[in-house]
Every structure is written in C-alpha cells, then in structure tokens.
C-alpha cells in the first residue's frame, strides 16, 4: 500500500521524462477517441430512433379505417417529433399512397393516388425517385409511403458533419383496401 502512495510521487520527481513524452502524446489520441464513440453512438442511436418512429407512423397509418385529413397528418407530424426527440420540431414526413391499375392500353400502372408533406417536406405530384422502392404489386393493390426526414448535428467536431437522416418505408393498408384522404 505504501508502494502504491509513494508512486505519484515518484512520477512528479522523476527526471527521466519518457513517460511525460508519451502521456503528452497518446493523451490527445485518447480522447479524441473517447469523443468519437460517444458521437458515432450518438449518430446511430439517432438514425435507430428515426427507423422505429417512421414504421411506427406507418403501422398507425396502415390500421386507418377512415378516410384521414390534413389535421391528422399534421398530429402524426408532432407523434413523429415526439417520437425522435425533436424539441426544435425540424422533423418532417411524406405520407402518399400507390396503387397498381391497369391503364387504357391494358398494361399495369403505379399509379400516385395521393400525397401530403408536412413541414418543408412537399406533397409528391409524380412518382419520379420512388419507383424504386416500390415492390411488385398485384393489380388493384395500394400501398402506403411513409418518408421521413430529421437534421442531426453533432456535440463535437471530430469529422462527422452535420446530415439529414431520411427514411421510407412501404407498407399495405390492413383491414381496408386503400387508405382514403379527404382535404377538409
């Protein structure tokens, strides 16, 4: 015990200087490590929250029974906020629904039955840059496009600049064939 007392000691008088040179070198290394696993945590534990919020709102959307409006979107627009722990509410979402129908000439067609953004987030009037995320559907199926969108900044600088986390699940309708929108 009296070993380990004395060794403080010992390091403040030492003159050989080997270990002061090497703490002065690995210290800043050290901590900028430190640092960065608390904001790659950071970041990952923002982009899992973002994930589960966005197929939360699509699973509440998805079990609508009746047509929904404006207002409700707008109120999932704040469950999504809440959800993600936005307190600046900078969070926003894309709700549209796609339907497969066979067209004039007898093909089948995605079709963009209807759309509502929230926040800066516009309602989609084509199907351009999501045609790709659509999976193979039957004719006279619908689904439902949940997108969402939250800015992250981290605590710290240490090369990781601040982003848009995006996500977009797709997801059918369950107990009604389409999920109906009326405007007022």
Same mark, same amino acid.
């Given at each position: 015990? +009296?070993?380990?007392?004395?060794?403080?000691?010992?390091?403040?008088?030492?003159?050989?200087?080997?270990?002061?040179?090497?703490?002065?070198?690995?210290?800043?290394?050290?901590?900028?490590?430190?640092?960065?696993?608390?904001?790659? =945590?950071?970041?990952?534990?923002?982009?899992?929250?973002?994930?589960?919020?966005? /197929?939360?709102?699509?699973?509440?959307? !998805?079990? $609508?029974?009746?047509?929904?409006?404006?207002? /409700?979107?707008?109120?999932?627009?704040?469950? /999504?906020?809440?959800?993600?722990?936005?307190?600046?509410?900078? !969070?926003?979402?894309?709700?549209?629904?796609?339907?497969?129908?066979?067209? $004039?000439?007898?093909? $089948? $067609?995605?079709?963009?039955? =209807?759309?509502?953004?929230?926040?800066?987030?516009?309602?989609?009037?084509?199907?351009?840059?999501?045609?790709?995320?659509?999976?193979?559907?039957?004719?006279?199926?619908?689904?439902?496009?949940?997108?969402? +969108?939250?800015? =992250?900044?981290?605590?710290?600088?240490?090369?990781?600049?601040?982003?848009?986390?995006?996500?977009?699940?797709?997801?059918?309708?369950?107990?009604?064939?389409?999920?109906? /929108?009326?405007? !007022?």
């Amino acid at each position: 015990m +009296k070993r380990l007392c004395n060794l403080p000691r010992r390091f403040t008088r030492s003159e050989e200087g080997t270990l002061s040179v090497e703490t002065v070198i690995v210290f800043p290394i050290v901590l900028w490590a430190l640092f960065g696993m608390f904001v790659f =945590w950071d970041v990952f534990s923002t982009v899992n929250r973002n994930t589960k919020a966005t /197929y939360t709102i699509a699973d509440l959307i !998805s079990r $609508e029974p009746d047509p929904i409006d404006p207002n /409700y979107l707008d109120g999932l627009g704040g469950v /999504y906020n809440m959800l993600v722990r936005d307190a600046d509410a900078n !969070s926003t979402l894309r709700v549209s629904v796609v339907s497969n129908k066979v067209n $004039e000439a007898g093909f $089948e $067609e995605l079709t963009l039955e =209807w759309s509502y953004g929230t926040g800066d987030m516009p309602d989609r009037t084509t199907l351009d840059g999501l045609l790709g995320n659509i999976p193979i559907m039957a004719v006279g199926d619908n689904l439902i496009v949940v997108e969402t +969108k939250t800015f =992250w900044e981290p605590a710290l600088t240490i090369g990781i600049g601040s982003r848009d986390i995006t996500n977009r699940v797709v997801t059918s309708p369950r107990f009604v064939a389409q999920v109906l /929108y009326q405007t !007022s």
